[in-house]
Structures are given as structure tokens and as C-alpha cells.
RNA sequence: GUGGCCGUAGCUCAGCUCGGUUAGAGCGCCUGGUUGUGGUCCAGGAGGUCGCGGGUUCAAAUCCCGUCGGCCACCCCA
């Protein structure tokens, strides 16, 4: 009778459930992130999970091709998941240029699919929350970009974070004028890891890697950690690069002003000549954001300028600048540095049940209270009532409403303070005002 | 992908070194004390395939192997 084999409940590596709690702070990121990005105007997309493999393997090198979760469908098509929103959006907009126009800011929030090894904050199915502006080469835009990150950080108030920027032209300059532009991709790779190994590693990485003399290491270097303003920053990497840099110099002189003219704080935007990134497709400005708390974890937002997003669907040319938030890697940061507010912002009422047999009337008193613009939970059966305010503490409401017999015959309810614990009794007609007032909101 | 540490109640963990009676604690949960009032207190209770599978043994949470999952480093990146 018992023997029926039960299956064992149990998730993928690297793949998560998210509980109320969890998906709540999830949510309030998101949002917060969604409002800025409405605010300068970005719109909304989506974009299938299931691309064409041809598609996603397009760009990117052997290294994407190994984390792909690719698998040939019920129609024997060759198809993958998505590995980032950065290669969707390539094919969006080649296929849809006709409908869209330019210039074409988008920000799209969703999960994709990376089959590598699990860590912190590192999963095989993680959100992406991504922002860009396509179709225009005006460094105004780089300046939004960074301009929407800080605003994120900024409306989010979670501490203070430093946007750290950076313009691959600068870096160009510097290794041509150091003759070591040839190996571009191996010693920016190396240079990311300044934080993490230290300068003297980095040193040897580069002497042992690209065959870099100690000289030319330690110029490279001397000029990467340059310290000061911005605008000390600036004017001595021009001179390092002995003009080599001016173009980048100049560009990330604007886009600097232009933070300073929104009135970001210098301490929240800084020129960092080490900022590198990685990936081979930035050509201009590169930005990437930690956390004053908890910089360890790393970037939590990064981003850059890119020549041309969709050359390998579309001939047309497709200039563009944005940035990515790491909503799981942010949301684990926070949860460490304990800035993760987990006080749910549900309903602020639960309207109790005391008699079963009058449940309409129940519903009835609720729906008219959340016509009033409040927020209310109605329990769903007639338990005791201890059980049910318990049930309301632990949900954080801030009222409950006792309804009985007395009450109904009297036509009166009573509102708890879940709070102070104060109760008082109401004439029914006057119930939504006595909330509103007890929870300080307006009447819609 | 390579290497290291770990996996016992919902959660945090003890027990494992030197196998041996019904596997424990705190918190949480449920019930009652308070027949219509939560958060405190008191009493009681439920809840465990000791991740899973196999092996050694008279006997395995404990030893061995495999596997799944978590964490860490490298790699790469969000």
C-alpha cells in the first residue's frame, strides 16, 4: 500500500528554487532597476531562451562553445540555450532593424544558461539584466550608460559602490606605444587580474606570457596604477602614451564631465586605467561597479562600448554602448554585507475569518477595502483567532480586522494594531477611512 | 574541465577519530494553558530514507568505492 516509489525531489547543479523570501528581494532589485531604465527612456524586450546554435555560436570563441547547454530538438534542428542577452539582442535587432529605428535603447531582464563549474554567486542558470543603446557612436550615450548604473546604485541604498571607468583606446594607445599591441587579448587578460594577484604577478604573467621585457612590464604598469583625480589620471596617461591615448583620453574626459554635470559624485565614478575586461568585443568605454563593502565579490555591473553589435547577421553596421547587472552575484553580495532587507512589503491588512458560514460576507468587506486602494489578505477559514493573528504576524501585516458575530450585528468591526497591539472599534461605513489613517496612506 | 573540503530533523549543528542498545541539542513548527485576540512565559507533541547507490561486517550515521549536490581555488565571468 505504502510501497509506491517515491522520486526524489532534488534541482540540477548550479540550478535554484527561490523561495518567498528570496524572490522578493529579487523582485525589489529588478524593479528598482526597471524604473531607472524607464526613466532614460529604455523599453522592454524579450527574446526566446532557445536560439539556433548556429546563432549563438556566431561570435564568441571555444570557450562559449564548452559552457553551451545544446541539444538537438524533437525536429532534429540544432539548437542551445542562451548563454548571455548580449548575442539575443545582436540577432533582434539585424532581424528587426526595419521596425525599430535608431537610435534603439532596450533593457531586457531574463535567465540564461551557462554550463560551467557552480561557486558564490555563480550559477548555471542565472538572471541577466541587461541595458543598451544601439545605433549611435555619440559618447553622450556612454555617459547615460554609466549615468543609469550609478542611478541604480544610488535609488537601490544599499552603501556606498564606485564605477570604475576605463576606454579600451587608451589601453590600445598605451600598448602600441609600448609595442605590445599584438598581444592585446592575452595581456588585457592579465591585467584584470591586478586586484587578485598583485602587481608583481602580473608582472611576470606578462613577461612569461607575451615574452614582455621588465621594462616594458613596468611602464605598462607604472601607467595602469597611476592614482589621483580623474583628471590627474588623465593628463598623465597622455603623457605616458605619449599622445598614443589622446582619443581615448578625450572620450573618457567627456563622458567624465558629463557625470560630474549630473551631479555624480567623484568618488562614485572614477577613471581606473586597470579596468580591462575580458571580453575581446568592447572598443571604447568600459565600466565596471563594486560594492565599497564587499569589493571582493567583484563587479556587480559591468559594461563598454562596442563598434559593431550584429556584424555577423547583418551588414548593416550597428554601433552600440551598455551594461550588465549581476542580479544573482549583487543579490549574494548584499546578503552578505547584510543589506538585504527582507521584510516583505505584502498586504498591510489581514481581514480574519470567524465564521465560515459567512464567508461571502468576509470577501465582501475585503473587496470593498481594496477598492479604497488598500491592501488586504483575506484568511481563508474560520481557525481560531489567536491562530490567524499569528498567521498575520508572521506575515507582516500591520493591521488585522476582526469581524464576529457581535460585530456584524452591531455593524462595527475591529482593527488591530499588529503593531502596539491597540485595538478599537469602528462602524463598518467608516472602516476604509480608519485604515488609511492607522497605516498613514490616502484613499484612492 | 582540473584539484581540495563538505553533505545528520524546516534551519544551525553535535555524534563519525577507536563500527554495537529506541540518532541528539538549540531555533522553528503544531497543540494546550488563555471556550473571540499574535509577538513573552509554561507544558506537551509532530518531524530524520543519517544526500543516494553499492561494498566490507554478526552489526555501518560511523570504514571503503561510486554517484548526486554544496562550498573553495584555478579558469572564465555576472
Redesign the pocket.
Known amino acids: 500500500m505504502n510501497d509506491r516509489r517515491i522520486i ?1 525531489p ?7 528554487d527561490f523561495l518567498p523570501d528570496a524572490m522578493q528581494s529579487r523582485e525589489w532589485l529588478i524593479d528598482t532597476a526597471r524604473a531607472v531604465f524607464r526613466s532614460h527612456g529604455y523599453v522592454p524586450i524579450d527574446t526566446p531562451a532557445l536560439e539556433y546554435t548556429e546563432i549563438l555560436l556566431g561570435k564568441g570563441g571555444a ?1 562559449t562553445d564548452k559552457q553551451l547547454y545544446r541539444f538537438e530538438d524533437n525536429g532534429g534542428r540544432d539548437v542551445a540555450l542562451r548563454f ?1 542577452l548580449t548575442v539575443p539582442l545582436a540577432r533582434f535587432v539585424a532581424q528587426h532593424f526595419g521596425e525599430l529605428g535608431v537610435p534603439f535603447k532596450r533593457y531586457h531582464v531574463g535567465p540564461v544558461w ?1 554550463g ?8 548555471r542558470e ?1 538572471l ?1 539584466c541587461d541595458f543598451d543603446t544601439i545605433g549611435t557612436e555619440s559618447l553622450a550615450a556612454d555617459t547615460e550608460a554609466a549615468l543609469v548604473i550609478h542611478d541604480i546604485f544610488a535609488a537601490l541604498d544599499i552603501g556606498e559602490f564606485t564605477i570604475h571607468l576605463n576606454n579600451r583606446l587608451v589601453l590600445a594607445g598605451l600598448l602600441s606605444e609600448l609595442e605590445l599591441a599584438e598581444h592585446t587579448a592575452d595581456v588585457l ?1 592579465s591585467i ?2 591586478l586586484p ?2 598583485g602587481r608583481d604577478a602580473v608582472a611576470g604573467e606578462l613577461r612569461e606570457l607575451v615574452g614582455a621585457s621588465p621594462a616594458q612590464a613596468d611602464r605598462l604598469l607604472a601607467a595602469l596604477t597611476v592614482t589621483g583625480t580623474n583628471e590627474e589620471v588623465l593628463a598623465r596617461v597622455a603623457e605616458l602614451a605619449g599622445g598614443a591615448a589622446d582619443a581615448g583620453v578625450a572620450a573618457l574626459t567627456e563622458v567624465v564631465a558629463g557625470l560630474a554635470a549630473a551631479g555624480v559624485a567623484p568618488s562614485r565614478a572614477r577613471v581606473d586605467l586597470s579596468i580591462a ?3 575581446d568585443y568592447y572598443t571604447g568605454t568600459v565600466f565596471e561597479t563594486f560594492l565599497a563593502e564587499i569589493p571582493e565579490i ?5 559594461g563598454g562600448r562596442y563598434d559593431d553589435l550584429a556584424s555577423i547577421y547583418t551588414k548593416q553596421r550597428l554601433p552600440g554602448v551598455g551594461a ?1 547587472l ?1 542580479v ?2 549583487l543579490l549574494a553580495a548584499l546578503e552578505e554585507i547584510g543589506k538585504l532587507d527582507t521584510s516583505d512589503a505584502g498586504p498591510s491588512i489581514l481581514m480574519t475569518m ?1 465564521d465560515g458560514s459567512r464567508s461571502a460576507d468576509y470577501v465582501g468587506v475585503a473587496a470593498s477595502l481594496r477598492r479604497g486602494g488598500l491592501s488586504v489578505e483575506l484568511y481563508p477559514e474560520a ?5 490567524q ?2 498567521y ?3 506575515k507582516g501585516h500591520r493591521l ?1 480586522v ?1 469581524i ?4 456584524w450585528s452591531a455593524g462595527t468591526a ?1 482593527v ?6 491597540d ?1 478599537q472599534t469602528v462602524e463598518l461605513g467608516t472602516l476604509e477611512e480608519t485604515c488609511h489613517r492607522l497605516l498613514g496612506t490616502t484613499p484612492r
Open positions: 526524489q532534488r534541482t540540477l547543479k548550479g540550478f535554484r570557450e548571455d551557462r560551467e563549474n557552480t561557486q558564490r554567486g555563480r550559477y542565472f541577466q587578460r584584470d587580474k587578485k594577484i575586461r575580458g571580453l567583484g563587479s556587480v555591473c559591468s550588465s549581476g544573482d552575484r470567524f481557525r481560531k483567532l489567536g491562530s493573528l499569528k498575520a504576524d508572521r488585522a476582526i464576529g458575530g457581535d460585530e475591529q488591530k494594531d499588529m503593531v502596539s497591539g485595538s
